[in-house]
């Protein structure tokens, strides 16, 4: 791990010194992470991610010249996001939302299929991020679409950020999170819940994400692909590869139990659903390349309930 996090940091610098005209925020370590979730998401095939990619410009933040065991990291990274992409994207529109907030948004281009569905969207971020993904959307989007989405710096520690960023949606508002929770301990998952309890008392819907049980989706993707034995290798190298690009600690072990997070949760006044990760049997981008028997088994990690719903009680 230390010779990973040495690599990185001496690949950050390189970059930063070729990009000497770039505003010094566009280098804040959570810029990196945004890069390589679009990354996955465009090596999964999405159409819409490969052109964020392109437009974004950037050699691919990973690649085989500095990261050992890339190809298989890459491919089921590529298919974990590819799923908690869809998924969510599933989510909303089988349950009629017309208002989605999505914090820790990164460059997910997630807003084009909802700007298409008809949907309003928010992406809450820090500023050097929101500023660039709120620039590939609008390159990506026809004009008509443009009214129906914003970007905001709206960090989640800052509640009077979020709740005047959410005032950009009329209704009730899905507000979902993809990967940002794996980096929060106990407490700071506690405020970040906290804040998005005021978005929900303000405009009412609900919480969707998937962090509660990360560790076990995580594993039932690399399962049907390289088998039960390399879950731990692939897990450790992935994880070891966040926590390089962000200097942080991933914290997987927040929760001893399924049972845990639910009293944790509901001590903080939500009550906790938990649904499938499709209402219909799933055909996604990354499956090209995949043999019949391992897009069998993905296909049936859909029906599994990794989907965790959070409303307010009462």
Known sequence: MMR????LSALIIAVAC???TVHAAEFEMISYSAQVKLQWLAAAGIPDAVMYNQLLNKRDFFNRDNLNDFDRIEK???IYNDFCYASFIDFVKA???????EIG???SPRVVALAKAGCNYVGAELSAVALVADDLARRVLDKRYHHQFAYFDAPVVDRAAMLDS??????KVCVIEQGLMIYFNRDQIAGMLENIKA???QHGGCFVTSNFVRKDYFADIVTPIYGAGSVDDLYFETKSMYEGVLGDPMYDDTFSSKEDAIAFLNGLGFEVKEAPLFTEEPELDCFKGLTDEQIGA???LGRQKYIWVLTLKG
Not at 95 to 101: E, W
Request: include cysteine; charge should be positive.
């Open 105 to 107: 948004c990164s460059y």
């Open 18 to 20: 070729l990009s000497s």
């Open 95 to 101: 349950n009629n939302y017309q208002n989605v907030y």
């Open 4 to 7: 990973l996090k040495n690599l």
């Open 166 to 171: 959410a005032n950009f949606l009329n209704g």
């Open 76 to 78: 089921v990274n590529a």
């Open 199 to 201: 978005i929900l008392h």
């Open 298 to 300: 993905l296909k049936t």
